[in-house]
């Protein structure tokens, strides 16, 4: 009985564990390859985020999605070259531990066994002031270490405009000129037809 009863349960078991193998392999499709899909274009906008174009990517966001509906827009902020960037970090930390010294009163001076400046003790004696100033002079330095007036602009991986090397934004049309001519060799991208020119 208990024999019966053990190999029925190993039946139920086997049963369960084929149906939901059956069911996962049902539920997985093949991928279709990359000629037999349709991939939507991708625009990426890489700005200087510091240099206020930020403002400037939501509008030719909204006039490209606007009478191209199908390419897919993204932005992100354009790192600055070489060592600035990570200067840049390291004036941020510095910052941050000068602030903390003088609104805890510890002297990173004496914790090197060196004599505390007269410019320290006004700083002690001015508490809030010095913070404030230590705050704005050092966003200023980062700010100019960052500050690349980048608006660099690819479609599909393919660099199509670059602010650096123009020196100055794309004009709408200009900008969909160059998506017309970039794009009439991969697909035939259909305006949007109630786009008001």
């Known amino acids: 009985m208990e024999s019966t009863n053990g190999r029925?349960?190993?039946?139920?078991?086997?049963?369960?564990?084929?149906?939901?193998?059956?069911?996962?392999?049902?539920?997985?499709?093949?991928?279709?390859?990359?000629?037999?899909?349709?991939?939507?274009?991708?625009?990426?906008?890489?700005?200087?985020?510091?240099?206020?174009?930020?403002?400037?990517?939501?509008?030719?966001?909204?006039?490209?999605?606007?009478?191209?509906?199908?390419?897919?827009?993204?932005?992100?902020?354009?790192?600055?070259?070489?060592?600035?960037?990570?200067?840049?970090?390291?004036?941020?930390?510095?910052?941050?531990?000068?602030?903390?010294?003088?609104?805890?009163s510890v002297s990173p001076f004496t914790c090197l066994g060196l004599n505390t400046p007269g410019w320290w003790n006004h700083l002690q004696g001015n508490k809030i002031y010095a913070c404030m100033m230590i705050f704005f002079l050092g966003n200023m330095i980062e700010g100019q270490l960052i500050s690349s007036g980048a608006f660099e602009i690819t479609l599909n991986d393919v660099p199509v405009w670059s602010k650096i090397q123009t020196g100055r934004f794309p004009a709408p049309e200009v900008l969909f000129q160059i998506i017309d001519n970039q794009l009439q060799f991969t697909e035939n991208v259909q305006e949007n037809p109630d786009f008001v020119k």
């Open 8 to 104: 029925n349960l190993a039946l139920l078991v086997l049963c369960l564990c084929a149906c939901y193998a059956l069911a996962i392999e049902g539920g997985k499709e093949i991928p279709a390859t990359k000629f037999g899909q349709s991939v939507a274009p991708t625009m990426t906008f890489l700005y200087c985020y510091s240099c206020g174009y930020r403002k400037a990517f939501e509008d030719y966001v909204n006039i490209l999605g606007e009478k191209y509906p199908q390419i897919q827009i993204h932005g992100a902020n354009y790192d600055p070259p070489g060592m600035n960037y990570y200067l840049s970090k390291l004036i941020f930390a510095l910052k941050i531990i000068i602030i903390v010294s003088v609104v805890t």
